[in-house]
């Protein structure tokens, strides 16, 4: 995934700090490489490097280009190697044109070759060149940059967005055709850009955009049109609500350790959302479906396998669990018009989730309900409904508060289910429900506190370990799938999430001597998981637990710090719990390992890509 963001000023003359202050604060959609297309005195400038914002504005000082208007791109790269030519922003044919773009051109090759068989001087190795391209292109034709925007469109497949501008003229053009656009109208500037944070800088009055839509910034007006017949459309400015501060770090050394100290607050806002009124539509709509998949991907996967074991042990409810890109050719064709597709995704914005938005949609499979935390995303305007996670912005690249927030999600909603359909007594399920919102923001409020410590002392045992096992049992399962991926994201060892029972079938082999593994486990299933930790304990391997304490554990665990003891709580609540020190352990190992945890290498926050 990338970051665009474009900006049209009212004679104002300090354009490269407006973009690099407003694009930084998309760092997390990309840092392989950072450009600024600056127009000055009716000239365009062009500056672009392979790094971080930060490192290309002092290499090449970004921040000081002069001119009223102009694009920016951050690039998480997909086609075009991380290299200064396939940084964006782009020329066109000439230095006329300017632009940059977000996602994926699936027609990439054929068109590549299609422009320069008809003349054009194409620079790279990056799809996003082509966008400026097909403008140039159109705009040769027509003389009309309107007309060459909305034409320009026609030339290109995939899901993407973009911005482009031209020397002469002082607006500057964006599409939205599958992948993230925003707008903002700020005192004496105009914005677009790729994601919210970038916008709130200058203003909190945002003007959402649809796929299929285009954007014209002038120095004192957004307008948004329709691509496909270039009819205006009124979009009135709405003001958000998000935090500007969201994206900075409170006084935290890394957002991740920031937003892992939100889960408490996170918890009562949580709450607070799914007893809403919305809240009937979304029980009836799984209610109503004969069957249920929970489709997602990353650390969002992981929160929906605890959510299926939520949702059989409270309600009965069978619910299948599908990783986003595998769903359509594992499942597609079992989908029915009365299927429900539950589709999680933080970012709502995620390809591989918005695939299958875009298919159940248009062959009439069923309904869709989005969990999702960014308001304006395309799965929020997809979805038949949708569930907000409340989180604030998570910047951070590897997941914390919002993966505790769909857990938190998950257990709420089958303990209502359980208790409408019969399965749950009414009284159970209001104690549940009881403790979720007023015990979890302290119990979670105190395992931070409390396994923070173990957790920072656990790190330094694990500096030299580059392969080890993370094992979950019932509602843990997905738990140690979270706590693995954590360890692969931010510390780069591998780290292999699965079901404990599972292991002697095979993995077993790997222990020996001091090897380590990690069980995450509840008070309700040590009964069993015991037998596993023996399985390893007993050929010399290292078990670490993660869970309450209990003394018929303590035997198998070779010191102290290889017990990360979670406070008591109900046990319905001890899965959500047991993240905490996962998410912490990873954190100060990467911290240890000299690893920034926020942007680890080669990933990116949302994927936009296929
Ligand atoms: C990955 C992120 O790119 O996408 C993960 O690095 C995230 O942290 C995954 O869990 C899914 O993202 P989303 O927005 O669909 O929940």
Request: proline share 4%; charged share 20%.
């Amino acid at each position: 995934m990338c970051g665009i963001t474009g900006i049209v000023t009212q004679d104002r003359n300090d354009i490269g700090r407006l973009l690099v202050m407003c694009s930084r604060k998309l760092t997390y959609r990309g840092y392989d490489s950072v450009g600024v297309a600056a127009v000055h005195r009716g000239k365009v400038y062009l500056k672009k490097d392979v790094g971080t914002i930060d490192e290309v504005d002092a290499r090449l000082g970004l921040s000081k280009m002069p001119g009223d208007r102009g694009i920016a791109q951050l690039r998480w790269a997909t086609y075009g190697a991380p290299t200064q030519v396939n940084a964006q922003p782009h020329y066109g044919c000439t230095e006329e044109f300017y632009g940059a773009h977000n996602g994926n051109l699936h027609n990439y090759y054929e068109y590549r070759q299609e422009l320069i068989e008809t003349g054009h001087t194409v620079r790279s190795w990056n799809d996003g060149e082509l966008c400026v391209h097909a403008v140039d292109k159109y705009y040769e034709q027509t003389g009309d940059m309107f007309e060459a925007v909305r034409l320009s469109t026609r030339d290109l497949k995939g899901a993407f967005a973009y911005a482009v501008g031209r020397a002469d003229t002082q607006e500057i053009y964006a599409v939205k055709m599958g992948s993230s656009l925003v707008a903002g109208v700020a005192p004496t500037e105009t914005i677009v850009s790729s994601d919210l944070p970038s916008i709130l800088p200058l203003t909190n009055r945002v003007v959402y955009l649809d796929d299929g839509e285009m954007v014209v910034l002038r120095p004192d007006s957004v307008k948004v049109y329709r691509v496909e017949d270039g009819k205006e459309l009124n979009r009135p400015v709405q003001v958000s609500n998000v935090d500007p501060h969201a994206a900075e770090k409170g006084g935290f050394p890394h957002f991740m350790l920031k937003e892992i100290n939100e889960q408490p607050q996170v918890a009562r806002d949580v709450m607070g959302l799914l007893h809403s009124n919305e809240s009937e539509e979304w029980l009836r709509l799984i209610e109503d479906a004969s069957h249920i998949y929970l489709v997602a991907c990353g650390s969002s996967y992981n929160a929906g396998i605890v959510g299926t074991y939520y949702f059989n042990r409270l309600a009965g409810i069978p619910v299948t669990p599908a990783i986003g890109g595998q769903f359509i050719p594992m499942y597609a064709r079992t989908l029915t018009e009365d299927s429900l597709c539950i589709l999680v995704s933080q970012s709502g914005e995620t390809k591989d989730i918005l695939n299958v938005l875009k298919l159940v949609k248009r062959e009439g499979l069923g309904k869709t309900l989005g969990v999702l935390n960014v308001i304006g995303s395309s799965l929020m305007f997809g979805a038949d409904a949708y569930i907000p996670m409340g989180c604030g912005y998570e910047v951070s690249v590897p997941a914390t508060k919002t993966y505790f927030s769909q857990t938190v999600i998950f257990a709420d909603l089958a303990a209502r289910l359980g208790a409408r359909n019969g399965m749950l007594d009414q009284s159970e399920a209001d104690r549940f429900v009881s403790a979720l919102r007023d015990d979890l923001p302290r119990l979670t409020q105190e395992t931070i506190d409390r396994t923070g410590i173990l957790a920072k002392n656990l790190a330094p045992t694990l500096m030299g370990e580059h392969d080890l096992y993370c094992l979950g049992y019932g509602l843990t399962d997905g738990v140690a799938r979270e706590g693995a991926l954590k360890i692969k994201e931010i510390c780069y060892n591998h780290c292999e999430g699965m079901y404990s029972s599972e292991f002697k079938h095979g993995p077993l082999s790997i222990v020996t001597d001091n090897y380590p593994v990690i069980f995450v486990t509840t008070t309700e299933d040590s009964w069993m998981v015991i037998n596993h930790i023996n399985e390893v304990a007993c050929r010399g391997g290292r078990a670490i637990i993660v869970g309450e304490h209990e003394d018929s554990l303590t035997p198998y665990v070779k010191s102290k710090t290889d017990y990360l003891v979670v406070p008591k709580s109900e046990v319905l609540i001890n899965p959500i719990l047991d993240v905490i020190p996962l998410q912490l352990l990873s954190y100060f190992l990467s911290v240890d390992l000299g690893i920034n945890p926020d942007l680890p290498r080669n990933l990116s926050k949302t994927l936009t890509v296929d």
